[in-house]
């Protein structure tokens, strides 16, 4: 039917993996970090990896990004292969440690991967400044990293990594280390960033509310070996903010997401 084509036509995936497995050779033998990863992702969604620790949630953000290669197994990202997508500037970093350099002041940090790309002292220094507006530190251009506080750090983090507008955002734990209060106004933040540039986002955590809150989609992984145990759909309006935490909705989903997880955890217990 044409309607299928076009539908088709209209869903090339922002990234997607076929049968893609990681085993890592130890001492005490291999690790099958990833088995088998059947992943579509839309371009435009917001996903988190969600589940234990050691599940392989970061092995899979890490062969996503090309910064591992998997054992086996396909990872197309726009139709490029993992290493064409990193070549091309398609994916930004952002990890739990803001890795900021503190020689360099809060916006010289911002323009670094512009600099690294041979971009213009002017238009690196313009577009450095749209992102720091981006983020809401416009006051804050002249500080050194240090001067900041661990949220503030975060925020030049992922400022750095969408200056140069890539197409998927790559986010491990990056609001791990933030204290509670923090993390929920950083969540908000990041959301109206998602909102603005429509960029793809892959998200590491392994908060149900965080992943709930923020996602279009929650992917949760079981341990040993690491893989897709459920896909689940959040039903919540594109716009969410703090009115969204108590809507019943949001109940329903996080309700939905805790109990994916509890079943793998009392799985992974009856495993041990
Ligand atoms: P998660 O991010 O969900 O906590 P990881 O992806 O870091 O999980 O790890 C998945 C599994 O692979 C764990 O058992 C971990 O110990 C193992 N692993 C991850 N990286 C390596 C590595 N470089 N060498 C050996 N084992 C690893
Ligand atoms: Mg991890």
Redesign the pocket.
């Known amino acids: 039917m044409t309607t299928t084509a076009a539908n088709q036509a209209t869903t090339t995936p922002a990234i997607s993996l076929r049968g893609v497995s990681k085993v890592?050779e130890?001492s005490s033998g291999p690790?099958h970090?990833l088995q088998d990863i059947d992943l579509d992702i839309e371009p435009g969604s917001f996903v988190s990896l969600l589940?234990p620790?050691?599940?392989?949630?970061?092995?899979?953000l890490r062969v996503i990004g090309d910064l591992i290669d998997p054992s086996e197994g396909d990872v197309e990202v726009h139709g490029k292969t993992a290493a064409a997508a990193r070549k091309a500037r398609d994916y930004g970093m952002v990890f739990q440690q803001a890795g900021l350099m503190d020689w360099r002041t809060v916006l010289r940090n911002i323009e670094l991967p512009l600099q690294v790309q041979g971009v213009g002292r002017e238009e690196r220094r313009e577009k450095a400044r749209e992102m720091l507006k981006l983020v809401k530190l416009d006051q804050f251009g002249q500080h050194r990293p240090r001067q900041l506080s661990g949220g503030m750090q975060q925020r030049v983090a992922i400022a750095r990594a969408l200056s140069f507008q890539p197409k998927v955002l790559l986010m491990d734990e990056p609001l791990g280390a933030l204290d509670e209060m923090t993390r929920e106004h950083m969540q908000r933040e990041l959301l109206g960033i998602y909102q603005e540039t429509g960029t793809t986002v892959v998200f590491?955590t392994h908060s149900v509310s965080e992943a709930t809150f923020l996602s279009t989609e929650v992917v949760v992984?079981s341990p040993r070996p690491?893989r897709v145990a459920e896909r689940i759909t959040i039903d919540l309006p594109r716009y969410r903010n703090d009115e969204t935490r108590i809507s019943d909705a949001y109940f329903a989903a996080e309700a939905k997401v805790r109990e994916s997880l509890h079943s793998v955890l009392d799985e992974t217990r009856s495993k041990a």
């Open positions: 890592f130890t690790v970090a589940g620790s050691g599940c392989g949630k970061s092995t899979l590491v992984m690491g």
